[in-house]
């Protein structure tokens, strides 16, 4: 079965996972577009011409162009794998076919949205261990533990404790180097301590239902369905998410490979997340989604780990996110950048590498996979594509909107869509 390497996401999209306000909806996200696909659809008649085939949905679809689903049942093999949505209608979309497969197709056609192709090598009620199956990864384990912690209380702020594992056992067991991880309090980031208001629960956490406004965990979760976006590939991805409907954007959560400047690197992967280790009635004391993550700040090290440093030794060491300029601290991608959209020369987008630079002493460790500083302030809206980029011919982009600050939805992203990343 072919399969198409880079994939995203969004929460608007047909039969989409929802982040609400329940313990196990980050969970049940990550297993339908790292596992599982979603909105599975019975396809009623598949044509082939000129190297098109047309699918026809008669219940109705709602796939997007540039979205990737995967064709399966057919008894042509031709027609059958992980495909890019050329053109839709409401009852049809068109798809590319190599070959002349026989027309009109025969057998058990269904569509869904195609996965990232991850496994999950643990699960519990609620506690995931999610993989890479790629053999050109070094194929480490990304912990969600999503579940109510007894020393929590069910009401307060909705999250998912995250690390990063070089091997583990069972759903609970770490076997070798961790991220974070202190070994003076190996239990930091795992289980709760306390009760009530004054309960600590985690340290690296994926928030996705709580109040933005300087509120503490304990202030409780929020209502309706929060806005999410999550673009990758076989391994690793990039989650942004809302913690409120419509508040303050989305945060920032990856967790991905990338290519290391050290040959042989057996730790290139980065895992983000918000970096909290306080009682749940302490007040961060700062107004947005983006406190204690700072994803959208170059060369800002708060919770963003590696398992060990480019020498393949001792503890996790920090690392932070930079553009043009080695020592751009605190600029943002996309905000205030004061060069114009467009850019007057070239009329276009300027878009740059992003990299990784240890916290101290500061080495560059490598490159970030299909995501790209954006240099222009404040171009163009949320989730549009765009093509034709100076630089980058043949490739498709896809701007992502995050929250900076109490500002809102203002810093921007851009995302190869169009792949391989490496």
Same mark, same amino acid.
């Given at each position: 079965?072919?399969? %198409?390497?880079?994939?995203?996401?969004?929460?608007? !999209?047909?039969?989409?996972?929802?982040?609400?306000?329940?313990?196990?909806?980050?969970?049940?996200?990550?297993?339908?577009?790292?596992?599982?696909? =979603? &909105?599975?659809?019975? %396809?009623?008649?598949?044509?082939?011409?000129?190297? %098109?085939?047309?699918?026809?949905?008669?219940?109705?679809?709602?796939?997007?162009?540039?979205?990737?689903?995967?064709?399966?049942?057919?008894?042509?093999?031709?027609?059958?794998?992980?495909?890019?949505?050329?053109?839709?209608?409401?009852?049809?979309?068109?798809?590319?076919?190599?070959?002349?497969?026989?027309?009109?197709?025969?057998?058990?056609?269904?569509?869904?949205?195609?996965?990232?192709?991850?496994?999950?090598?643990?699960?519990?009620?609620?506690? $995931?261990?999610?993989?890479?199956?790629?053999?050109?990864?070094?194929?480490?384990?990304?912990?969600?533990?999503?579940?109510?912690?007894?020393?929590?209380?069910?009401?307060?702020?909705?999250?998912?404790?995250?690390?990063?594992?070089?091997?583990?056992?069972?759903?609970?067991?770490?076997? @070798?180097?961790?991220?974070? =991880?202190?070994?003076?309090?190996?239990?930091?980031?795992?289980?709760?301590? @306390?009760?009530?208001?004054?309960?600590?629960?985690?340290?690296?956490?994926?928030?996705?239902?709580?109040?933005?406004?300087?509120?503490?965990?304990?202030?409780?979760?929020?209502?309706?369905?929060?806005?999410?976006?999550?673009?990758?590939?076989?391994?690793?991805?990039?989650? *942004?998410?809302?913690?409120?409907?419509?508040?303050?954007?989305?945060?920032?959560?990856? *967790?991905?490979?990338?290519?290391?400047?050290?040959?042989?690197?057996?730790?290139?992967?980065?895992?983000?997340?918000?970096?909290?280790?306080?009682?749940?009635?302490?007040?961060?004391?700062?107004?947005?989604?983006?406190? /204690?993550?700072?994803?959208?700040?170059?060369?800002?090290?708060?919770?963003?780990?590696?398992?060990?440093?480019?020498?393949?030794? +001792? &503890?996790?060491? $920090?690392?932070?996110?930079?553009?043009?300029?080695?020592?751009?601290?605190?600029?943002?991608?996309?905000?205030?950048?004061?060069?114009?959209?467009? /850019?007057?020369?070239?009329?276009?987008?300027?878009?740059?590498?992003?990299?990784?630079?240890?916290?101290?002493?500061?080495?560059?460790? +490598?490159? !970030?996979?299909?995501?790209?500083?954006?240099?222009?302030?404040?171009?163009?809206?949320?989730?549009? %594509?765009?093509?034709?980029?100076?630089?980058?011919?043949?490739?498709?982009?896809?701007?992502?909107?995050? +929250?900076?600050?109490?500002?809102?939805?203002?810093?921007?992203?851009?995302?190869?869509?169009?792949?391989?990343?490496?």
């Amino acid at each position: 079965m072919t399969t %198409i390497a880079v994939k995203h996401y969004n929460s608007g !999209m047909q039969g989409a996972p929802q982040l609400a306000n329940a313990w196990g909806d980050m969970t049940a996200l990550l297993d339908a577009v790292l596992v599982d696909g =979603f &909105n599975l659809r019975t %396809i009623d008649t598949l044509t082939f011409a000129d190297g %098109i085939a047309t699918a026809r949905v008669n219940a109705g679809h709602l796939y997007l162009v540039d979205q990737v689903v995967t064709i399966a049942g057919a008894n042509q093999a031709e027609y059958n794998g992980e495909v890019r949505v050329l053109s839709t209608t409401s009852l049809e979309f068109t798809f590319a076919v190599t070959g002349t497969p026989v027309t009109p197709a025969t057998g058990a056609l269904s569509v869904k949205v195609a996965p990232l192709n991850f496994e999950k090598a643990f699960t519990a009620t609620n506690k $995931r261990v999610y993989r890479s199956k790629n053999v050109l990864s070094n194929r480490p384990y990304l912990r969600v533990d999503n579940s109510l912690d007894p020393a929590y209380t069910t009401t307060y702020a909705k999250k998912a404790k995250v690390l990063v594992a070089e091997n583990m056992s069972d759903v609970d067991t770490v076997v @070798g180097a961790q991220a974070p =991880f202190d070994p003076t309090k190996p239990t930091q980031n795992t289980l709760g301590s @306390g009760s009530g208001t004054t309960a600590v629960d985690g340290w690296y956490k994926w928030y996705y239902s709580r109040f933005d406004n300087n509120n503490a965990d304990s202030s409780g979760g929020t209502g309706g369905n929060k806005g999410w976006v999550l673009m990758g590939d076989d391994r690793g991805f990039y989650l *942004f998410n809302e913690w409120q409907v419509a508040v303050y954007g989305r945060a920032g959560y990856f *967790f991905t490979d990338f290519a290391s400047f050290r040959q042989g690197d057996a730790y290139n992967t980065l895992l983000t997340a918000t970096e909290w280790y306080s009682a749940a009635n302490t007040s961060p004391g700062y107004n947005g989604v983006d406190y /204690n993550s700072y994803c959208n700040r170059s060369l800002d090290f708060t919770g963003k780990v590696l398992m060990r440093d480019h020498l393949q030794v +001792g &503890n996790y060491i $920090r690392a932070g996110l930079l553009g043009l300029n080695t020592n751009n601290a605190q600029q943002i991608t996309g905000y205030s950048t004061s060069i114009p959209w467009p /850019n007057g020369p070239d009329y276009g987008l300027i878009l740059h590498p992003v990299y990784l630079r240890h916290e101290s002493p500061g080495h560059l460790r +490598g490159k !970030m996979p299909g995501i790209f500083w954006v240099h222009n302030d404040s171009p163009m809206a949320d989730l549009n %594509i765009v093509s034709g980029v100076t630089g980058y011919p043949g490739r498709k982009f896809l701007i992502v909107t995050s +929250g900076y600050a109490t500002s809102g939805n203002v810093a921007r992203y851009a995302f190869d869509i169009t792949g391989p990343w490496w």
